[in-house]
């Protein structure tokens, strides 16, 4: 999992605007997604990032799969198959709340790359939805990137 937050945890504000995050932000997902060569997303993310003038998932030389109740992948588990028959082993989510919970949920994530970028948000979106579940994590690294951002790198206990 990559997400970028704020220092309080959400991951877009009230509204869905993920207006807060940094440049770098973008750019460490982007370098992450090719590596992997898979990433997955949520409908509201897929939506929200197609209205952007600066940045696009087409400028991204990796494989996208969208997960939505309304499209041909409709759960964590589609995600993982389809990434898998089409050859990746790997594959980076950077979903939505929801999406993130339902797959930390069914045990399918097992790293979290996290920006913590330097902006309080009072209201938003969070990194997890709220749902009754607990992950022990042990962090593997932490950086200082530019900006002022953190970026902390963990492993889930399983």
Request: with cysteine.
């Amino acid at each position: 999992l990559f997400m970028a937050q704020s220092l309080n945890g959400f991951i877009a504000d009230e509204d869905g605007s993920e207006e807060f995050l940094s440049d770098e932000s973008w750019h460490t997902f982007k370098k992450l997604a090719e590596k992997f060569g898979c990433f997955v997303i949520g409908r509201k993310t897929h939506d929200a990032v197609s209205k952007w003038e600066n940045f696009s998932f087409d400028d991204i030389d990796a494989k996208m799969i969208v997960v939505s109740k309304s499209r041909i992948v409709q759960s964590p588990k589609e995600a993982v198959e389809t990434a898998e028959r089409l050859g990746f082993n790997k594959i980076l989510l950077v979903g939505g709340s929801k999406l993130n919970t339902s797959f930390i949920e069914q045990n399918l994530i097992d790293e979290l790359i996290i920006n913590v970028e330097p902006v309080i948000i009072g209201l938003g979106v969070k990194i997890f939805a709220e749902e009754k579940f607990e992950k022990k994590l042990n962090l593997i690294e932490t950086k200082k990137l530019s900006e002022g951002i953190i970026q902390l790198h963990y492993k889930v206990n399983k």
